[in-house]
């Protein structure tokens, strides 16, 4: 296959065109300014909620064992 140098001119120019387009587009569209959201309020550190927790998960897992009688 024999590379013709006014083809690979004509590729050449037309993809450097086609960046300039999409330069010339994006400088003209301007980003919207991200929103930084404050961080949502978190519940507060309970011993006693963390206790209810593992303790539940501890009788889940004593019935799926099959050791609960």
Do not use: C, D, H, N
């Amino acid at each position: 296959m024999k590379v013709e140098p006014k083809v690979v001119a004509a590729i050449t120019a037309a993809v450097a065109f086609y960046m300039q387009a999409q330069a010339a587009q994006a400088a003209v569209e301007t980003p919207p300014v991200a929103r930084r959201e404050p961080p949502k309020p978190t519940a507060p550190f309970s011993a006693w909620a963390l206790s209810g927790r593992q303790s539940m998960m501890e009788m889940r897992r004593l019935w799926q064992m099959r050791l609960v009688r």
